[in-house]
């Protein structure tokens, strides 16, 4: 062959080389761009709400020291003996008070939910009386000076107490809860007695 028909090869293998680099190299990489621009803002975003976190990290963690200040300060105005003697007379008295009848109260150890230095007591109490008396009750046990919680309050109707004459429009109403109380167990308080506690 001869200098031109050389140089016609080369043309069309420079031009098959032209265009399976385009089909096999260019036009994959083109179509990976919208894909990898997707990446790189997702990625953007990511980088964006780290570099806040961190700026937030100091002030959260002042923020969690505090809220563990005070958690250690409401456990240590605990109670730091059961005084089960007290809280039993204050609840006879709540229901003399409220017009319900007493008819058990039974006492238990609690779950105290994995609080460290303190310890629950559950009180099971049962008491009859109409639904008002009943009512009255229960928004003294809010009032009761002792930190408390109250669950498992269960009411069926009837009942064979004295506390009013039956009446069908007003029944007797056999009411069962759980009232759990809490003693802190840790170190001594320093300063002062300490607190009454809260409401239920």
Request: charged share 20%.
């Amino acid at each position: 062959m001869g200098q031109r028909e050389w140089a016609i090869v080369a043309m069309v293998a420079a031009l098959l080389l032209g265009v399976l680099w385009y089909f096999l190299i260019t036009q994959p990489l083109q179509a990976r761009i919208p894909e990898l621009q997707a990446e790189i803002d997702r990625l953007t975003i990511e980088r964006d709400r780290g570099r806040a976190a961190q700026r937030a990290l100091p002030q959260l963690r002042e923020t969690i020291a505090r809220l563990e200040a005070d958690r250690q300060q409401f456990l240590r105005e605990l109670p730091p003996t059961e005084q089960l003697g007290r809280v039993l007379a204050g609840l006879a008295q709540t229901a003399r008070e409220s017009g319900v009848v007493l008819r058990a109260l039974n006492r238990s150890p609690g779950d105290n939910q994995g609080v460290a230095n303190v310890r629950a007591t559950n009180l099971a109490l049962q008491v009859e009386s109409p639904f008002p008396e009943l009512y009255v009750f229960l928004r003294n046990l809010e009032a009761f000076q002792r930190f408390a919680t109250i669950s498992g309050l269960n009411l069926s109707l009837g009942g064979t107490g004295t506390a009013t004459a039956a009446d069908p429009t007003n029944p007797i109403i056999n009411t069962s809860l759980t009232m759990t109380v809490y003693t802190y167990t840790g170190q001594a308080q320093q300063g002062g007695q300490p607190g009454a506690g809260g409401r239920p």
